[in-house]
């Protein structure tokens, strides 16, 4: 990827995480999927649509994404707690999911909130 490609994502990127943070949900979740056209593995893609989709509703989907994040980068707290959140949501609405999906090869964190 050429260095104007890298800039031009990372202004998209600016620009969804912007609309996110203002609730126009549908918009972000559109300039992330260009993202994710342009470079399917963007961490930060994949983890703040998957935070959408919690926010939206839908944990199974907010599940896959930011397991398809941690898949990427393993090392970001913020995801794990993120991932453990939804399925806080999952267990809390008696919805059946087994944490031997876990998305990772590590032992999950412990997130406080």
């Known amino acids: 990827m050429n260095p ?3 800039v031009a994502l ?4 600016q620009q969804a995480l912007a609309l996110h943070q203002q609730g126009e949900f549908v ?10 056209q342009r470079q399917p ?6 983890h703040l649509l998957g935070v959408l989709a919690r926010q939206r509703g839908q ?6 994404l930011i397991g398809q994040a941690l898949q990427i980068d393993a090392q970001q707290a913020v995801a794990h707690c993120n991932f453990g959140a939804t399925l806080q949501d ?5 919805a059946h999911y087994s944490i ?5 090869n590590s032992s999950p964190i ?3 909130r």
Do not use: G, K
């Not at 918009?27 to 999927?33: F, H, I, N, T, V």
């Open 110 to 112: 412990t997130c406080w």
């Open 41 to 46: 593995q963007h961490f930060d893609a994949l």
């Open 10 to 13: 990372a202004e998209l990127m």
């Open 100 to 104: 031997t999906n876990w998305p990772c």
């Open 59 to 64: 944990p199974e989907r907010a599940l896959e």
């Open 90 to 94: 999952l267990i809390s609405r008696n």
């Open 4 to 6: 104007t490609d890298v």
């Open 27 to 36: 918009a972000a979740e559109r300039l992330y999927q260009h993202v994710l």
